[in-house]
């Protein structure tokens, strides 16, 4: 399943809770509310406690601000809203925890570096200083100059000026997410979700402890979905790795092929333009591999090599599929990429130096089947590392496979 699917779904899962939970926690016992008043503590805590071990210092952060949202909803918001400060105090709830999960959200990655701590404290207290400093001092001025600036907006309180502010940031995330697909994103979204749930239904009973608690279970999901591509997933490439093609081919039956595939020439690519373009030409065909056809999955085997297991036997229909393939990746101008800074001596140097060619990639293929008398799958990946030897041997951009496996022997009937 795809990572745009599974935000869907949990975009989803949220908002069917939103639907359904409160009424279920209105015929609910006492127990039960008093359970739900404190799971967002442990589950948001354990989020938080997990993403901080596996060094996701942007998700903690996030989930810092949702725990101290919470606190602040279960300590001081607990009353009607036009009781003394409260309402001041629900706006900025409204206003300033989105605004911080959407900062920590975009923080650039060199933030998470030396000083990073301090930066990321700075945020948070900025604008919460600054609003609980006038709260403090002059509740009521700052009531009377909120609602002048409310004013042209519709009157005071205007809900929906906050839920155009969290529409703005939840876009925004949204586009981040489709373009990285990374799991910051996600935390973003579930967080802005569950904020903009428990500020728009505020009047409903128990709202904040089932959004809460519905945000620390769908953080942790997130957080077992990372676990699980730090585990089976190449994070430089993108596809499967070695890992899970082992566990792929352990039991598997006979009805399979697998293909290795080896990038032509990359040591010389690499000495020449060095790694990070290496990595950009390792990411280039991986991406190109993973298009391949016949239902066939791809799986980074090391260094530049990777390997497809195709399900079926068709021999035909899988080196078609990679034969399409290695013409895609061969007709693919790569452009090397310039890494000077950017400005007016980017400008400069660009005039002053000829821009590089297009680089031709192409790679070699090895195919094999597996056979009945197979101890083993190393049987068939040996079987397709020699017949990649062969490919490499014979002038590189080709395939070439093994030969066909004969039909099974029948069983001999037991002689009388």
Known sequence: MSHRLIQ?????????????????????????????????????????????????????????????????????????????????????????????????DKLPERWLLSGYYLSALMVALLPSGLFYHYLSSDPAGTHQMLAGWFEPLGGYPAPWLALLLMGL???????????????????????????????????????????????GVLLLVVLVLHSYRLAFYD????????????????????????????????????????????????RLVAQRLSKVGAGGTVYRYGGEEFTIVFPSRDRKRCLEALEAIRLTIADYPFYVRDKQPSGPVRRRRREAKPKTPPQTITVSMGLAQARFDDANAEAVIKRADEALYQAKEAGRNCIRADATPSRRPARRRAMA
């Not at 404190?38 to 989020?47: D, E, I, R, S």
């Not at 904020?195 to 959004?211: C, E, K, Y």
């Not at 899970?244 to 009805?255: A, F, I, N, T």
């Open 8 to 104: 869907l779904g949990m975009a989803l899962f949220m908002l069917i809770s939103m639907a359904v939970l409160p009424g279920w926690l209105a015929a609910a016992g006492g127990e039960v509310r008093w359970l739900l008043e404190y799971l967002p503590w442990v589950l948001l805590g354990a989020a938080g406690l997990v993403s901080f071990v596996y060094g996701l210092k942007k998700l903690s952060f996030m989930v810092m601000v949702c725990l101290g949202a919470y606190a602040l909803i279960r300590n001081d918001l607990q009353v009607p809203l036009p009781q003394g400060d409260t309402e001041l105090k629900f706006w900025g709830l409204c206003l300033i925890a989105p605004l911080l999960v959407f900062l920590y």
């Open 169 to 215: 940031y939840f876009a925004i995330c949204a586009l981040s997410q489709n373009r990285r697909q990374d799991k910051g994103d996600s935390a973003a979204l579930l967080c802005l979700m569950a904020l903009a749930l428990t500020s728009f239904n505020f009047d409903v009973p128990g709202i904040s402890s089932l959004m809460f608690t519905c945000l």
């Open 235 to 282: 994070l430089l490439t993108g596809v499967r790795n070695r890992r899970s093609l082992d566990s792929r081919l352990k039991g598997v039956s006979g009805r399979y092929q697998v293909a290795m595939v080896d990038i032509d020439h990359f040591k010389s690519f690499n000495d020449t333009f060095g790694h990070d373009v290496g990595d950009d030409v390792l």
